[in-house]
């Protein structure tokens, strides 16, 4: 069996001073990536910032006989993504991968969430990824060549009390992935989004504590490594994965029911049709899904 290798890879991982970045910079390192290691090194809920936990990284990737780098910029603003991006030029020459990674929590039920609070989790997950991909994007263009994995939520995906900044951030990281998919096809980018599971400081209070030892880092990092590999052509898909377990999650839209005229009452009756799931359709654009519901016209 080949192993899967990066050599020549440039990657960049964000949030990569702790939990999963951590692991994700140490394996695709281990597999023979350069890293750009990013990390602003603040607290879970965004608060202060130190050089501790990405210099770390960086170097016990060195003493491990792997290339990395060190940035300690704020993915949130388009400043600290650009020299996020210019770290891996300045120090590599180019950029191959980027995982958007970075991430924090300012858990609050609904009715209890400030607007800061909505703003700051949103500002890191989404915007961060955004910028810092934006700023990726020129380069991976040019080369023809680029990996990027978003980092989305089963909580964003399916919904979880308290979190509703999470959860929107979350699901809008899906948004992104998909049209990155799209827009980026052309030029040899492949993007998805991972919705992992894993013990780590953002989750190790809302764990039972036998879940440390199943739900390690790594059990998540293999399949980052392998969305970030050349040999992966698969784009615009998100994959739960945790533990052991990994499996693609669709956006399906159900057979549907229609009648032209319809009053709120022909709604209400057909309720259970358009609540139904089978048989449904995964469209993989806007146009295959509005395609599929012209057909149903005709
Ligand atoms: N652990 C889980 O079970 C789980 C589940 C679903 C999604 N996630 C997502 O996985 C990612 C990693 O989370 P984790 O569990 O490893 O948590 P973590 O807190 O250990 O790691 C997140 C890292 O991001 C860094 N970071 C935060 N804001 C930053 C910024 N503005 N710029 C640069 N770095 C910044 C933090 O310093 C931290 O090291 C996050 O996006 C998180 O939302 C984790």
């Known amino acids: 069996m080949t192993e899967l290798r990066f ?36 607290t879970l809920d965004g ?23 060190v940035s300690t910029h704020d993915v949130a603003t388009p400043e600290g993504a650009a020299a ?37 989790v949103l500002a890191v997950h989404v915007r961060g990824s955004f910028l810092v991909t934006r700023a990726a994007f020129p380069h991976l263009k040019e080369q023809g060549y680029g990996r990027i994995v978003n980092t989305s939520s089963p909580a964003g995906l399916f919904g979880n009390f308290g979190q509703a900044n999470y959860s929107t951030a979350k699901m809008g990281l899906v948004g992104l992935t998909k ?6 096809a052309r030029a ?3 993007a998805n989004a991972i919705a992992p599971i894993a013990w780590t400081r953002m989750t190790e209070s809302l764990l039972p504590a036998e879940f440390e030892e199943r739900f390690t880092p790594g059990r998540v990092s293999a399949l980052v490594a392998y969305l970030a590999h050349e040999s992966c052509e698969t784009s615009g898909e998100v994959f739960s994965v945790g533990a052991g377990r990994i499996a693609r999650v669709f956006v399906a839209e159900g057979p549907g029911w229609r009648q032209e005229d319809h009053t709120v009452e022909d709604i209400r009756d057909n309720w259970q049709a358009i609540m139904a799931e089978q048989p449904y359709l995964t469209p993989t654009t806007l146009g295959e899904q509005a395609g599929a519901s012209l057909r149903a016209m005709l």
Do not use: C, Y
């Not at 990657?11 to 023979?32: F, K, N, W």
């Not at 936990?53 to 016990?60: G, N, Q």
């Not at 049209?179 to 980026?184: F, P, S």
């Open 47 to 69: 608060t202060g910032s130190s050089a501790g936990p990405a210099a770390e990284v960086a170097e016990l990737i060195a003493k491990n006989g792997g290339e990395a780098v």
């Open 188 to 190: 040899g980018i492949r």
């Open 7 to 42: 050599d020549g890879r440039v990657a960049i991982i964000t949030g990569a001073g702790h939990g999963l970045g951590r692991s994700h910079a140490l394996t695709l390192a281990e597999r023979g990536a350069k890293v750009v290691v990013n990390d602003l090194g603040g």
């Open 84 to 120: 996020i991006v210019q770290t891996a030029i300045d120090a590599f020459g180019k950029v191959d991968i980027v995982v958007n990674n970075a991430g924090i929590l300012r858990d609050k039920s609904f009715g209890k969430m400030s607007v800061e609070e909505f703003d700051q």
């Open 179 to 184: 049209t990155l998919g799209i827009e980026g």
